[in-house]
């Protein structure tokens, strides 16, 4: 998937809580030099959509973790709805 591609595809994403826009998340991803190398753990991650963004540019595996078991919950839901082959990433 292509940068402009995913940053469309991010601002159509209405679960998204992060305050920091999608473009930023993919410019910080390759300011890290993220790969599908890389591995993350996300904490304090909502619904896990920064770990799902790094995953669909950069093919990271990650997993996040919140103390809010309405967040994970809603983000299982939302990451398995949209792409069924997993909760994690």
Same mark, same amino acid.
Not at 8 to 15: A, R
Not at 32 to 39: F, V
Not at 79 to 84: E, F, G, I, R, V
């Given at each position: 998937m292509n940068y402009k591609d995913i940053i #469309?595809?991010? /601002?159509?994403? /209405?679960?998204l809580i992060s305050m920091i826009p999608c473009d930023e998340i993919i410019r910080f991803g390759y300011s890290? !030099? @993220? *790969? /599908? *190398? #890389? +591995?993350a753990l996300d904490l304090?991650? !909502?619904f896990g959509e920064m @770990?799902?963004?790094f995953n669909e540019a950069f093919g990271i595996s990650g997993i996040g973790v919140d103390i809010t078991q309405d967040f994970i919950l809603e983000g299982v839901f939302q *990451?398995? +709805? #949209? #792409?069924?082959r997993t909760d994690r990433f």
């Open positions: #469309s595809k991010c /601002e159509v994403n /209405e679960h890290m !030099g @993220l *790969n /599908e *190398n #890389s +591995k304090c991650c !909502g @770990l799902k963004i *990451n398995t +709805k #949209s #792409s069924p």
